[in-house]
T-cell receptor, first 114, second 120 residues
Framework: ETGVTQTPRHLVMGMTNKKSLKCEQHLGHNAMYWYKQSAKKPLELMFVYSLEERVENNSVPSRFSPECPNSSHLFLHLHTLQPEDSALYLC?????????????FGSGTRLTVV | AQTVTQSQPEMSVQEAETVTLSCTYDTSESDYYLFWYKQPPSRQMILVIRQEAYKQQNATENRFSVNFQKAAKSFSLKISDSQLGDAAMYFCAYRTRGLNSGGSNYKLTFGKGTLLTVNP
């Protein structure tokens, strides 16, 4: 158990579907992150939440919509995605917004858009 | 903007031997953090080792150690007595130590990774 749990582990969705990814941590961390991991590319930061407030949106298309209802939960709502959005989506958390001690990552959701 | 470069897409090592993974980075900042993460097939990113740029002493964690050369902006990872369980993708990452709230201060910038194979 990593301390950061992501569900579902795998997701296949059509371009017209709406789905959500869920991330949960009970480590007492107050910052949470969404990263996108595509083959042959560095991890890309998508969103950052600190104390449940979004502090960074890294030029992510509006078809990705994050939600942080409390410090333990983070969602990524997906709608009208494109095949190029297929990737591993990783959630992470850190003790504080500085992330000085590194992040704790979940095992990711493998998303395939068909 | 900071960039992180891992010039070795793949490396292999014999079990019980030593291997070094390379990482260079580009930054105009003087104070920052550097990390090595490991991602096995389970996909979970695991923190291996962390270095604070203002500390000259190289970080060590059991069989893992780094060679931090600040002037050269180099941060290599040495794995001693390699084990089969060390086989994974290894990512080097950079983070600013800036204390301003919000924005890019929260960002971990990753390299593209090095796939390490351990041969029995």
């Amino acid at each position: 158990e990593t301390g950061v749990t992501q569900t579902p582990r795998h997701l296949v969705m059509g371009m017209t579907n709406k789905k959500s990814l869920k991330c949960e941590q009970h480590l007492g961390h107050n910052a949470m992150y969404w990263y996108k991991q595509s083959a042959k590319k560095p991890l890309e930061l998508m969103f950052v939440y600190s104390l449940e407030e979004r502090v960074e949106n890294n030029s992510v298309p509006s078809r990705f919509s994050p939600e942080c209802p409390n410090s333990s939960h983070l969602f990524l709502h997906l709608h009208t995605l494109q095949p190029e959005d297929s990737a591993l989506y990783l959630c992470a958390s850190s003790q504080d917004g500085t992330g000085a001690n590194g992040y704790t990552f979940g095992s990711g959701t493998r998303l395939t858009v068909v | 903007a900071q960039t992180v470069t891992q010039s070795q897409p793949e490396m292999s090592v014999q079990e019980a031997e030593t291997v070094t993974l390379s990482c260079t980075y580009d930054t105009s900042e003087s104070d920052y953090y550097l990390f090595w993460y490991k991602q096995p097939p389970s996909r979970q990113m695991i923190l291996v080792i962390r270095q604070e740029a203002y500390k000259q002493q190289n970080a060590t964690e059991n069989r893992f150690s780094v060679n931090f050369q600040k002037a050269a902006k180099s941060f290599s990872l040495k794995i001693s007595d390699s084990q089969l369980g060390d086989a994974a993708m290894y990512f080097c990452a950079y983070r600013t130590r800036g204390l301003n709230s919000g924005g890019s201060n929260y960002k971990l910038t990753f390299g593209k990774g090095t796939l390490l194979t351990v041969n029995p």
